[in-house]
């Protein structure tokens, strides 16, 4: 009679154990987006010559080596900002999204983001993030911006309360743009 009892426990146990482990694993991947710098290639007229100078062409006429010939060399760079910036932007309500969170829709998700240069300040990523759940939710970021794959800045994102089934938008700030980057990377680390 105890040996039924003992193997009854058992399954009860798993079954316990089953149904505590179902919605962890059901939980959607966090959202990540990555996002090229703009397209947009500056552009220079010489009024002298009337060539239209730009990075994809100083370089390929053949001529004298001159300091002016030998212009930074964006894959080059080896500097960057050490340690993690922390940021606290402000948020702009958009709109309303479905609540759609679960198994496979994540709770907070992030996309339409664009990385911009502002010239002569910083690098800018324009994003917008979306509460597919029915709570209130304060989302924390994670962006790392980079240049030919090596980083050059990593900051972390922390929101303010993002109301149930709301869509805000969001700028986040990278480095001053005296440093290159041509990639970010941005992810919810939270919730």
């Given at each position: 009679m105890y040996g039924s009892r003992?193997?009854?426990?058992k399954a009860l146990i798993c079954l316990v154990a089953f149904t505590m482990a179902a919605p962890v694993a059901a939980q959607a991947p966090r959202s990540t987006v990555d996002m090229p710098a703009s397209a947009g290639v500056?552009?220079?007229r010489d009024p002298k010559t009337g060539q239209i100078w730009t990075p994809l062409n100083v370089g390929l006429v053949p001529g004298p080596n001159t300091p002016a010939d030998r212009a930074f060399?964006?894959?080059g760079q080896?500097?960057?900002?050490?340690?993690v910036v922390v940021q606290r932007p402000k948020i702009t309500p958009l709109g309303?999204?479905?609540?759609?969170?679960?198994?496979?829709v994540p709770i907070v998700n992030i996309g339409d983001a664009m990385l911009r240069a502002v010239p002569e300040q910083r690098w800018q990523v324009?994003?917008?993030?979306?509460?597919?759940s029915a709570r209130t939710v304060v989302p924390m970021l994670h962006c790392r911006?980079?240049?030919?794959?090596?980083?050059?800045?990593?900051t972390r994102v922390l929101l303010p309360r993002v109301g149930a089934g709301l869509r805000v938008g969001l700028t986040i700030y990278g480095p001053k743009t005296d440093l290159f980057v041509d990639r970010a990377t941005c992810r919810v680390e939270s919730p």
């Open positions: 003992g193997s009854g426990m500056p552009e220079f060399d964006p894959l080896a500097a960057r900002i050490d340690g309303a999204v479905p609540i759609t969170a679960g198994p496979t324009v994003l917008y993030l979306d509460n597919n911006f980079t240049n030919a794959g090596k980083p050059v800045e990593e």
